[in-house]
């Protein structure tokens, strides 16, 4: 398992630009495939974002062209690049790594999150 703790979240306004960080910790973290959830109240969490271990990336329809993940495997760190935010990208975002590889980023495969950061989009 790793560790992980999000960071770079906040307050913006609609169209502007965030990038959240994710820290882990942890000798195998180039092994893993990283992620991002999201969730707001009420609602499930959903994927966003995943790069597997060789790099490939993955996205959800709702934000391919404006968000783009990445990672550095030095740093054991993983960025999620947030661009031309909208009000709708309001949610407490969630990192997250799994060990399972394959081109699936369902919940239940997800072996560690982070403890979650807000990004508040205001219109």
């Known amino acids: 398992q790793v560790q992980l703790v999000e960071s770079g979240g906040g307050l913006v306004q609609a169209g502007a630009s965030l990038r959240l960080s994710c820290s882990a910790s942890?000798?195998?973290?180039?092994?893993?495939?990283m992620g991002w959830f999201r969730q707001t109240p009420g609602k499930e969490r959903e994927f966003v974002a995943g790069i597997n271990w060789g790099g490939i990336t993955y996205y959800a329809d709702s934000v391919k062209g404006r968000f783009t993940i990445s990672r550095d495997n030095a740093k054991k760190t993983v960025y999620l690049q947030m661009n031309s935010l909208k009000p709708e990208d309001t949610a407490v975002y969630f990192c997250?790594?799994?060990?399972?590889?394959?081109?699936?980023?369902?919940?239940?495969?997800?072996?560690?999150w982070g403890q979650g950061t807000q990004v508040t989009v205001s219109s």
């Open positions: 942890g000798r195998t973290f180039s092994s893993y495939d």
């Open positions: 997250a790594a799994k060990s399972v590889y394959g081109s699936s980023w369902s919940q239940e495969l997800v072996g560690s």
